[in-house]
């Protein structure tokens, strides 16, 4: 490393050798040092074929999304997903980007392409979250019934999700469904503790008491949270 920093001040746009030291500080997580010369890499017309440019422009949107800079991550990821759409860590930048900017739309499909693209090669802890994504997409789009069906997708994975048990509780308060609340909430009471155990205990009680007319089995359940 020392020698291609050592080359670097005698030639500083000789492509192959900022490829390779680039590579290796990006792999090596020296981003504040791989950045420049990635983006020296960006300018010279010899490195200009898609598979180098597509990798470059990943590399820099990964470092932006480090150093929080949300602009520059969106237009690196949007770079590097132009020239390979097929590049599964910048379908994943690209769809955290979209989504964090609450580009709601644009997010759904790229988590979509996901899904049916790569979906063999997703861990179930990888596959939850994005059934989960998915899940808050189409709520935020205001589809309910839809956001509903991506968090039991996600419960089917992982029937212990406290990420989509809360979440499909929300939504299914939101249409009116109080056995499906009352079902998934007792399943994270068996799941929760503390404060968390009491809310959940307390909410039971207001369904029965408050919205379905079941005074004892609400006064049951606010014994439980005592």
Sequence with gaps: LTLYREAL??????????????????????????????????????????????RAHYRLAFIAEREENDAETLKHYME????D???????????????????????FRVYQTILVRFRDQKSVAELVEV????????????????AVRMYEKALELDPESERALLAIVFYYESLGNFKKVLLYRARLIKIVSGEALFEQWRAVGDIYAETLNEPEKGLEAYRNAL
Excluded: M
Aim: net charge negative; with cysteine.
């Design 9 to 54: 001040t005698y030639k500083d746009d000789l492509a192959p050798l900022l490829r390779v030291l680039s590579g290796i500080c990006f792999e090596r997580g020296a981003l504040a040092e791989a950045k420049p010369l990635i983006e020296k890499l960006l300018t010279l017309p010899e490195t200009q074929d898609p598979e180098s440019t597509a």
């Design 85 to 107: 759409s097929n590049h599964l860590p910048t379908l994943e930048g690209l769809a955290r980007a979209l989504y964090k900017r609450e580009e709601w739309d644009r997010a």
């Design 80 to 83: 590097a997903y132009k020239l």
């Design 131 to 146: 059934f989960c994504r998915l899940g808050d997409v189409n709520g935020k789009l205001g589809k309910h019934d839809i």
